[in-house]
């Protein structure tokens, strides 16, 4: 039975409207549009100029078909075309699939095949591998070319028209609407593949402004932060901070390649203020040249992700005017939903105690309804001991619509109303979670996963190996890096040279084994592999 607050008031136009983050670009633009909004290169754009392309795109595809549900695939560096792409797809009711540029042909195929990509923007550096991929994918999208000036490197056009071109034919006044619902798709993501092709994970319009509100909070980017692209925006769309950033009027600084000059110079000439990248973009700015660095204007937040920071590295960094914030999260979740929310207090502690506060992986964000250790089984929440082992799990509407085309995967991940993580760890008596291991064994090199069994499969596809297994190494400069364990057949030999060879011939190079070890593969009396014992071995490597 209604009570006397449900009696006559309904949801309206007025008093409801379905949450999106394209509104943000709307409102820069209105309130501050003179405000620089993209830097890139020489290239200087405001708000006003950034919302009129972004329409302008709206405009072009929605002449050449494009409508609602359809999917705009597009392989592009940080660039000014991405940040477009981000409002401009949507905004036509569309799904933007934002390729990820390290990835071979074959996946590249598959991606555009599953995801149905009706239209395919792709940056002139990528024509060779997605020249590959086209040939190889059944689907043929309507290719565009974007061919940015601050590319000087080999490449060719292979798409109909060029981006500039493209985006000539839109209107720049074009009316684009908001979602009809809040639950609409915004975003495909694809995960990296842990068992065999990769999933397509599915954002809705409600969780990219949630996220995106809640990376304001978390982060505390303020009114007009300048925030340097260090991060891929193809990784679960930059962590969302594409509307992040624009929500708050900030300046995209955008960087195609991430190198220790280019980033120094960057945040020195435009006084960059936030900034986000795996532990290797640390490594990169720590171990820079002297040549290379220039003095920081001010303090710059350095958001990761992936593996904690070594104390070392967040002391160093903290001395050359970084202050590192330490998040988790994965794409089904927007990028970071858990941050290691740092206790002023903690400050006075030894060091010995400060590195073990920073190993965890910490809290909910504010955008994120619950986040727990539980009993994968029983999904009773494990004791909060810091020792009893779990699975991480998320509950909240910044958790994914589901996986695309796979109803099985998709009632899996969500059994008993949480989302299953695959991460195990332990929950501590302040709340605070840590993870302890990875039940898929992936392997986060340069913030990017790798599945050990794709690398595995790929290893025993050469005719010399009888066995192998793959598992991390720690990495200081990558995170973790990947090594192989290989039994020979009697009578081949082969040598570490050759096989790492046979790998890049058969998957991305951010994948093969950087070390290959020849012995006899510890195992099981089942004979299963101990990857335990082969991790504290790869230490040794």
């Given at each position: 039975?209604?009570?006397?607050?449900?009696?006559?008031?309904?949801?309206?136009?007025a008093?409801?409207?379905?949450?999106?983050p394209l509104?943000f670009?709307?409102?820069?633009?209105?309130?501050?549009p003179?405000?620089?909004?993209?830097?890139?290169?020489?290239?200087?754009?405001n708000?006003?100029?950034?919302?009129?392309?972004?329409?302008?795109?709206?405009?072009?595809?929605?002449?050449?078909?494009?409508?609602?549900?359809d999917?705009?695939?597009?392989?592009?560096?940080?660039?000014?075309?991405?940040?477009?792409a981000?409002?401009?797809?949507?905004?036509?009711?569309a799904?933007?699939?934002?390729?990820?540029?390290?990835?071979?042909?074959?996946?590249?195929?598959?991606?555009?095949?599953?995801g149905?990509?009706?239209?395919?923007?792709?940056?002139r550096?990528?024509?060779?591998?997605?020249k590959a991929?086209?040939?190889?994918?059944v689907?043929?999208?309507?290719?565009?070319?974007?061919?940015?000036?601050?590319?000087?490197?080999?490449g060719?056009?292979?798409?109909?028209?060029?981006?500039?071109?493209?985006?000539?034919?839109?209107?720049?006044?074009?009316?684009?609407?908001?979602?009809?619902?809040e639950?609409?798709?915004?975003?495909?993501?694809?995960?990296?593949?842990?068992t065999g092709?990769?999933?397509?994970?599915?954002?809705?319009?409600?969780?990219?402004?949630?996220?995106?509100?809640?990376?304001?909070?978390?982060?505390?980017?303020?009114?007009?932060?300048?925030?340097?692209?260090?991060?891929?925006?193809?990784?679960?769309?930059?962590?969302?901070?594409?509307?992040?950033?624009?929500?708050?009027?900030?300046?995209?600084?955008c960087?195609?390649q991430v190198?220790a000059?280019?980033?120094?110079?960057?945040?020195?000439?435009?006084?960059?203020?936030?900034?986000?990248?795996?532990?290797?973009v640390?490594?990169?700015?720590l171990?820079?040249?002297?040549?290379?660095?220039?003095?920081?204007?001010?303090?710059?937040?350095?958001?990761?992700?992936?593996?904690p920071?070594?104390?070392?590295?967040?002391?160093?960094m903290?001395?050359?005017g970084?202050n590192?914030?330490h998040v988790?999260?994965?794409?089904?979740?927007?990028?970071?939903?858990?941050?290691?929310d740092?206790?002023?207090?903690?400050?006075?502690?030894?060091?010995?105690?400060?590195?073990?506060?920073?190993?965890?992986q910490?809290?909910?964000?504010?955008?994120?309804?619950?986040?727990?250790v539980l009993?994968?089984?029983?999904?009773v929440?494990?004791p909060?001991?810091?020792?009893?082992?779990?699975?991480?799990?998320?509950?909240?509407?910044?958790?994914?619509?589901?996986?695309l085309?796979?109803p099985?995967a998709?009632?899996?991940?969500?059994?008993?109303?949480?989302?299953?993580?695959?991460?195990?760890?332990?929950?501590?008596p302040d709340?605070?979670?840590?993870?302890?291991?990875?039940?898929?064994?992936i392997?986060?090199?340069?913030?990017?996963?790798?599945?050990?069994?794709?690398?595995e499969?790929?290893?025993?596809?050469?005719?010399?190996?009888?066995?192998?297994?793959?598992?991390a190494?720690?990495?200081?400069?990558?995170?973790?890096?990947?090594?192989?364990f290989?039994?020979?057949?009697?009578?081949m030999?082969?040598?570490?040279?050759?096989?790492?060879?046979?790998?890049?011939?058969?998957l991305?190079?951010?994948k093969?084994?950087?070390?290959?070890v020849?012995?006899?593969?510890?195992?099981?009396?089942?004979?299963?592999?101990?990857?335990?014992?082969?991790?504290?071995?790869a230490?040794?490597?």
């Open positions: 039975m209604a009570g006397i607050y449900d009696q006559d008031l309904e949801r309206n136009a008093n409801f409207q379905p949450l999106t509104g670009l709307e409102r820069a633009a209105s309130v501050f003179d405000h620089t909004a993209i830097l890139h290169g020489k290239l200087k754009r708000y006003r100029e950034f919302y009129a392309r972004s329409r302008r795109l709206a405009s072009a595809l929605a002449k050449v078909g494009v409508g609602v549900g999917t705009v695939a597009v392989m592009l560096p940080n660039a000014p075309a991405m940040l477009e981000h409002y401009g797809v949507p905004m036509v009711g799904v933007l699939n934002s390729l990820n540029t390290r990835l071979d042909a074959a996946i590249l195929a598959f991606t555009l095949d599953h149905e990509a009706k239209v395919l923007i792709t940056d550096e990528f024509s060779p591998v997605i991929a086209l040939a190889l994918a689907r043929k999208p309507l290719v565009i070319d974007y061919d940015d000036p601050e590319y000087t490197g080999a060719e056009r292979i798409g109909v028209m060029e981006y500039e071109d493209f985006l000539a034919t839109g209107d720049e006044d074009f009316a684009w609407k908001t979602p009809t619902d639950w609409d798709a915004i975003a495909l993501n694809y995960t990296s593949g842990t092709d990769p999933k397509g994970v599915v954002y809705h319009h409600r969780g990219a402004h949630l996220l995106a509100v809640g990376n304001v909070v978390t982060c505390g980017l303020g009114k007009h932060p300048v925030y340097l692209w260090t991060l891929p925006m193809f990784h679960c769309n930059g962590w969302c901070f594409p509307w992040s950033i624009t929500l708050v009027a900030g300046t995209h600084v960087l195609r190198r000059k280019a980033m120094f110079d960057a945040i020195a000439d435009h006084k960059v203020t936030h900034m986000c990248g795996a532990p290797i640390m490594s990169t700015l171990n820079a040249a002297e040549a290379d660095k220039r003095p920081l204007p001010s303090r710059v937040e350095f958001i990761t992700a992936a593996a920071p070594p104390e070392a590295v967040l002391a160093a903290q001395d050359a970084f590192v914030v988790y999260g994965l794409t089904e979740v927007y990028g970071p939903a858990v941050v290691n740092w206790h002023a207090e903690w400050d006075a502690l030894d060091a010995k105690q400060r590195a073990f506060l920073k190993s965890r910490g809290v909910r964000y504010s955008a994120l309804e619950a986040l727990d009993d994968p089984e029983t999904m929440p494990v909060a001991d810091g020792e009893t082992l779990g699975e991480v799990m998320f509950r909240g509407n910044v958790v994914m619509k589901g996986y085309k796979n099985s998709t009632e899996k991940s969500f059994a008993g109303g949480w989302f299953h993580s695959g991460d195990l760890g332990v929950k501590h709340g605070y979670i840590q993870l302890k291991d990875r039940s898929k064994d392997i986060i090199s340069g913030g990017e996963n790798i599945s050990s069994i794709e690398v499969d790929a290893l025993y596809k050469h005719p010399a190996i009888a066995a192998a297994a793959v598992v190494k720690p990495d200081e400069k990558w995170g973790e890096t990947p090594v192989a290989v039994e020979l057949r009697d009578g030999s082969a040598t570490a040279e050759d096989i790492i060879a046979h790998c890049r011939a058969h991305a190079a951010y093969c084994p950087r070390h290959v020849f012995e006899e593969i510890p195992k099981t009396s089942t004979g299963k592999i101990q990857k335990f014992r082969l991790r504290e071995l230490k040794e490597v």
